[in-house]
């Protein structure tokens, strides 16, 4: 099993930064893909960034050049760093792990295994 706590969330105006933390715990060994996804009140959970295969890091066009996925290995670390935030970004943020190195989708929820509780952030006009 795996655990995912994430951290870091908080309130900005609009044109801030935040940076969120995702620990992981337990057999981290066993881990392949991460990602951030976010959920926006009456709003479908959607990806937001991940950690694919190869090290690569997939964003979704709505974040791509303000916000940045990094992993740390060494002390299983996942962060996610958002710049120039905007108020549509308010939303709860989950750090989520597939179990195993298998290929997939990385947008596609159903396919991880691990998530956090989330935290929110949440950005004002």
């Known amino acids: 099993q795996v655990q995912l706590v994430e951290s870091g969330g908080g309130s900005v105006q609009a044109g801030g930064s935040l940076r969120l933390s995702c620990a992981a715990s337990g057999l981290t060994s066993s881990v392949g893909t991460m990602a951030w996804f976010r959920q926006a009140p009456g709003k479908e959970r959607g990806a937001v960034a991940g950690?694919?295969?190869?090290?690569?890091?997939p964003y979704d066009d709505s974040v791509k050049g303000r916000f940045t996925i990094s992993k740390d290995n060494a002390n299983n670390f996942l962060y996610l760093q958002m710049n120039s935030l905007k108020p549509g970004a308010t939303a709860m943020y989950y750090c989520?792990?597939?179990?195993?190195?298998?290929?997939?989708?990385?947008?596609?929820?159903?396919?991880?295994?691990?998530w956090g509780q989330g935290t929110q952030g949440t950005v004002s006009s």
């Open positions: 950690v694919v295969e190869a090290g690569l890091t």
């Open positions: 989520a792990a597939v179990k195993g190195s298998r290929l997939l989708d990385w947008r596609v929820r159903d396919k991880y295994d691990y």
